[in-house]
């Protein structure tokens, strides 16, 4: 579990109330996002050649997610639990190092 | 006490001032436009300290700032009418789902076309499902009594709701009279510092709200608004009540009952046609009538109990309308009715579509009224349901 969010995403529970005297008065966020695995709404995932890579991090800051991640080694990759496929790092990179796969399920 | 010969429009302004406001964010339009002018007034006199002024582009801006900055934990007030609401109306939705105490002054301003600036309630009771609370005010005082009660209602723990105060255009915007306001003393004694339910400023814990319900959850918060509407016609009571011990005037009673213990016929409806209402009652009575007025000061939450302990006692109600639903009638009529359905308190009860953009109800209309209702009842059947009773025939 190599990612942005380590043991955050690890330990990352879903809030279920049972009744209503449980739930906040207010709708404010009780706790993370990140208990939502949306990665299985992709249909395309995108695929990193690091040979091309030339670590500039534009698709880093334009994964709206974000679910790219920058690796010790510099090189950026992709948390697939939460990507969802939409290609915007694909189309920004300038060097074509992203390629977006079709993905069999 | 101070009293000063003002208009409505300036009562709402001294109201705020007294109530010392955070934060006000409005945008002019006519008939509200010398509220938030005068509010810019008391800034640049320097007669009020830390009142943040935000000139926006439009309505739903000047909502949607006020709900940003009631969301930081800040007293927040706007003002505004008719078409200037009708922008607002998403983000009226918006300050009562994230529970927001934003007080603001509607003043009841006919909806174009035709083009008009004169009074009509069309405006603020198409607004009556935002999960808003509406007061109806009667007179000047009342617009400035309301808005000191509207901040500690909508501020209370159990309520946390926004309020909109309603005055007629130009029969109180601009029409000077005497108001009894109070001492700065006396309005941070009965109105304390807001202690919001939630503040976006608590850096350590960030959190976001409104963001998605998924069907698991999103009833369950449409409960907790219905719950907290419920809750507040207690508050709205107690705190009428301790306004009236303090102050001397009384707003314990969500509908006001003006002479209907004996009445035979109550003449039932909100804002300030009822000031002339409760004229004409006075003289009709001297002539005879058994009538009684009826003025629902609460149109949210609607006080069932009250219109039900009403309905049992009188043989006749005559729901007075400045307004209209099309398709269907009198939207305070509607509601009335349907209230009664499930009881035993069955009074035959007459619509009239009055005053709409402005027209005037003259005494002498309201006792062509109450003849109309005494032939109903003592024949027993409704001529119609809904009569058009200034129309040009």
Redesign the interface.
């Known amino acids: 579990m190599n990612t942005l969010f380590r043991e955050k995403k690890a330990n990352a529970k879903k809030i279920m109330f049972k009744s209503i005297d449980g739930y906040p008065e207010v709708p404010i966020t009780l706790g993370t996002t990140l208990s939502n695995f949306t990665g299985d709404w992709r249909n395309f995932m995108p695929v990193v050649d690091e040979s091309k890579c030339i670590k500039c991090y534009i698709c880093w800051k334009f994964c709206p997610e974000p679910a790219i991640y920058i690796k010790e080694d510099g090189y950026i990759a992709v948390d697939y639990d939460y990507c969802k496929g939409c290609g915007v790092c694909a189309n920004e990179c300038p060097t074509k190092a992203i390629t977006m796969v079709r993905e069999e399920k | 006490m101070p009293k000063k010969v003002i208009s409505g429009n300036y009562a709402a302004a001294y109201a705020t001032k007294h109530a010392r406001v955070e934060v006000v964010a409005a945008y002019p339009i006519t008939p509200q436009t010398s509220i938030i002018e005068k509010i810019a007034e008391f800034i640049a006199n320097g007669e009020v300290e830390n009142l943040e002024y935000v000139p926006v582009e439009s309505e739903h801006s000047a909502m949607a700032a006020c709900i940003g900055a009631s969301a930081t934990g800040a007293r927040t007030f706007t003002a505004t009418s008719a078409q200037g609401l009708a922008l607002m109306h998403e983000m009226l939705h918006w300050a009562a789902?994230?529970?927001l105490p934003v007080v603001m002054v509607d003043v009841n301003r006919a909806m174009a076309p035709p083009w008009s600036v004169w009074d009509d309630q069309t405006d603020s009771l198409a607004q009556r499902d935002t999960g808003w609370l509406q007061f109806y005010a009667e007179n000047n005082q009342e617009v400035y009594d309301g808005v000191l009660m509207a901040f500690k209602i909508g501020e209370h723990e159990k309520v946390?709701l926004p309020v909109m105060i309603i005055e007629s255009a130009f029969i109180l915007s601009h029409t000077y009279d005497v108001v009894d306001m109070l001492e700065q003393e006396e309005v941070d004694e009965f109105l304390p510092p807001r202690k919001p339910?939630?503040s976006l400023t608590d850096f350590d814990n960030p959190?976001?709200?409104?963001?998605l319900?998924t069907p698991a959850?999103y009833y369950?918060?449409r409960?907790?608004i219905a719950k907290?509407m419920e809750e507040a016609k207690k508050i709205i009571k107690e705190v009428g009540k301790e306004f009236g011990e303090k102050f001397g005037r009384d707003y314990s009673q969500m509908i006001e009952l003006y002479k209907t213990d004996d009445a035979d016929i109550v003449f039932m409806g909100m804002g300030s046609l009822m000031g002339t209402v409760k004229e004409a009652v006075d003289i009709l009575r001297s002539e005879g009538y058994k009538v009684g007025a009826a003025k629902v000061r609460w149109f949210r939450p609607f006080p069932r109990e009250e219109l039900y302990e009403l309905a049992k006692s009188v043989q006749g109600i005559a729901v007075l309308d400045r307004n209209f639903s099309f398709g269907q009638e009198g939207i305070l009529f509607n509601e009335a009715k349907g209230i009664l359905y499930n009881t035993d308190a069955k009074p035959i009860m007459k619509n009239y579509i009055v005053g709409l953009g402005g027209r005037d109800l003259t005494v002498n209309d309201v006792r062509k009224i109450a003849n109309n209702m005494k032939k109903i009842i003592e024949k027993g059947e409704l001529d119609k349901e809904i009569d058009w009773y200034h129309l040009k025939r």
């Open positions: 789902g994230a529970r946390n339910l939630y959190f976001s709200i409104g963001a319900g959850d369950e918060f409960y907790k907290a």
